[in-house]
């Protein structure tokens, strides 16, 4: 939804100052005044974001990502109408980065309108705006971006034009005034004409009446939809004890619509053509004047225009009732100023260019699509064991090898090739159709996860013999009519019929790898090049050396066996996605310990199938266990085992040991029914108020300089920790990392461990302003990010730095980065180097 409106661009000093650095601005803002009559103005903040980011909108869920918060610092110079609306496409859904709590948030753009009434133009306004941005992977700590938009000393100017009444009532005595023109030549959109009318009922009870006629193709929205779509048509009233508001507000309409939305995509109520809103009140005291506000948002079938506020007043001795135009010019913004705080630490930023310790860790993560095409490649493997394709690979074979040699091998391998081909299209068409957003999305989405968990359940109980699952057979029957055809197309043609006979098979693996790996543009595209090229390896390998045929083992119940096996890991793999609904729903059903008991329950389920000891109806009697058999039943015996240990208690952790091999499919930990928390040493607690319980029960400060005093009492190096409530690689690192033994048991004994939470809401005693990049510090989370960038050049989380008790960097800073091992090797790395710098005399 594209918004047409004038705007006033500015290049942002944050943006300029930082343009040769790291640090990322993906939002862009920008700002225009509109003056109305009798000195109202209406102040619009533009926030454009760059591809893939988005700031969230002032009604979402603050326990997940910080919601915007537009704020005016109060002035006698003006006083604010109403709240500040939000015009632009929202998006709501699950936010993976967030635990998949549900958020409101917008791509490409939004404007933020506030009303305001001038009461002293030599006094400039004062705007905020708070907010945290965004992408698929990342999230930038929450910021401010501050306006201070100054009137130059001109008092807002309209020309306005009276009616004529609109027709005549007994009752009513009118005096109108016209919103001036429809839609302008100058391209500014004004599809909507208001008018007034007031009615006298008597008994001091007036109606106050608006009639907007609306132009052929704009619609305008009535008061009584939700706070998730347009703007609704309201009369707001100036608060006053001259008068108190009677019922509500009345829609009358011909041209009525109540329907599925396009663009905001829910159900609501709109009109077209014209309609009529009418609010009585009685009047308390005739000789004050009684103000408001007549809003409305209009829209077309492609977009929307920002929410328009006519002002109105009316004295009803007068007994009229008159609205106001909107004129004016836009200003630009500027920086404002506070107390003035610098928190650099010329220590850190010079010690960190030459650290005490040599060694480091990149601070930037990336994407390791190696690991998805193996997962594919595994899956493609899986179903070369299956009855659906294993027989087919000698009978293919043996087809292409009836020529000569050479053009045997070469029609093939282009089968094989062709295998590649269709699965790789496969994948390429389903990120084309839904895009990498959506495809991330759909992976969370816990409508679309319950669907999963109930086909899983369905293809599950198919492998088990039950019932069978096959495409149409017609499908087949044309696609193998094609392969007659012979040439290219005829071999092409022979791959996709395997493709389609083999459905039964293929499909749940498909499936399965195609929605783990939907998180990226690039994942499904990958994980079918895997599959696809583990299917397609023995067709070539077997054209071009025919004799290796004869080893393979012969098709039989093994076969089977292989498809029962498959069933209980579609069975098990089937929570993993009722897992992911119950967290994004908060249903509280399928915590860690129902989730693991029935993943042990499963595999042991299947341990004893395996055994012999019962057996489905496509399966024949077990006389006697191979050997091969036997090897996989103790496998699935053992895996039954570990699942059991994921419910040891570790008491320093006071929580559950989290099974590595689990790690991404159980619910974390933490979410159980059953386990007490730890207690905090109330002795430090009393002298450092920042002392408390962070990650996995460690003990922490969360205030840098109370950490600094603790190191210096103790002697110890400091970890401080640059995180986040809503950082997800904080979320990896304390889970799979800090959870080691080795590493734990350093950071709890060797370190002092400093966790500042940059995303902290909680208020400052007094607002800061930081000195090195002129920005408003409002919240703690604002100070510590603040003294990230300033001294670290950084503002992306996680960051792990390494300082000595005198605030030398022991070790080049650590971002994200997978691996226990050589995350200890970073901590003892540091560690040496305090312990020789210590013993040098020189911390």
Known sequence: MKIHKLLISTTLVLLISNAFTQILQPVHWSYDLKAQKDNTYEVTLHAKMDKGWAIYSQTSDPNAAQPTEITFEKSPGFELIGKAAEVGKKKEGPEPLFDNLVVSKYYDHVDFVQLVKVKDPSKPIKASAYYMSCNSEKCIPPTNEDFVISLNGQKAESSTSVSEPLGSSPIASTNLLLQESATKSNGIFEPVKVKSELINKGQNIYTLKFIADIEDGWYIYSHDIGPDGPIPSNIEMTASDSYEIVGKIIETSDHKIEAYDEIFEMKLIKYKHQVFFNQDIKVKDPSKEIKGFFTFQSCDATKCLPPKNIAFHFKPDANSLKLETEEGAPMLPAIGDGNSINLSVPTLIETQKNPAGNCGEELTEGKNYFWTFIFGFLGGLLALLTPC????????????TKDSKEKGVRNAIIYAFSIIVIYVAIGILITAVFGATALNE?????????????????????????????????WANKSDKMAESGGLIGIFFMAFTLAIVSFSCTGPIIGSAIVQSATSKMGPFIVMLGFSTALAIPFGLFAAFPAFLNTLPRSGSWMTNVKVVLGFL???????????????QHWGILGYEIFMGFWVLIFGAMTLYLFGLYR???????????????????????????????????????????????????????????????????????????????????????????????????????????TGYGCVNCRKTEEHIWVDERVRNKIAHDFVLVSLYVDDRAPLEKELFSAIRKTPLRNVGNKWADFQIVNFNQNSQPLYVMVSPNEKVLAKPR????????????????LDAFKKSSSLGVQ
Not at 448 to 465: D, K, M, V
Not at 570 to 584: G, I
Not at 815 to 830: I, N, P, R, W
Request: with cysteine.
């Open 389 to 400: 394709v294993f027989p087919m690979i000698p009978l293919t074979v043996s087809f292409f």
């Open 442 to 474: 759909l992976s969370t989405n816990w409508v679309a996860n319950t669907l999963f968990f109930i086909i899983f359940i369905i293809f599950a109980f198919s492998f088990f013999g039950f019932y069978e699952i096959t495409l149409p057979s017609s």
């Open 570 to 584: 579609e069975l098990a793999l089937a929570f993993k996605f009722l897992s992911v609904a119950d967290m994004v």
């Open 616 to 722: 489905f109806p496509h399966d024949s009697p077990v006389k006697k266990l191979s050997a091969k058999r036997w090897s996989f039943s103790l496998l699935s015996l053992a895996a039954t085992i570990y699942l059991m240990t994921g419910f040891n208690y570790n008491k320093e952790l006071h929580t559950y040991n989290s099974l590595k091999l689990m790690s991404g499919l159980a619910p974390p930990a933490y979410y159980n029914y059953l386990l007490p928390k730890a207690e905090l040493n109330q002795d430090i607690k009393n002298k450092y108020p920042s002392f408390t319980k962070c990650a996995n029960n460690l003990d922490c400060f969360k205030n840098y300089f109370d950490g600094l005093a603790y190191a210096k009492e103790v002697n110890k190096p400091m970890l401080v920790d640059f």
């Open 815 to 830: 971002g994200y980065k997978e691996g226990v091992d050589s995350y200890a090797q970073f901590l003892e790395c540091g």
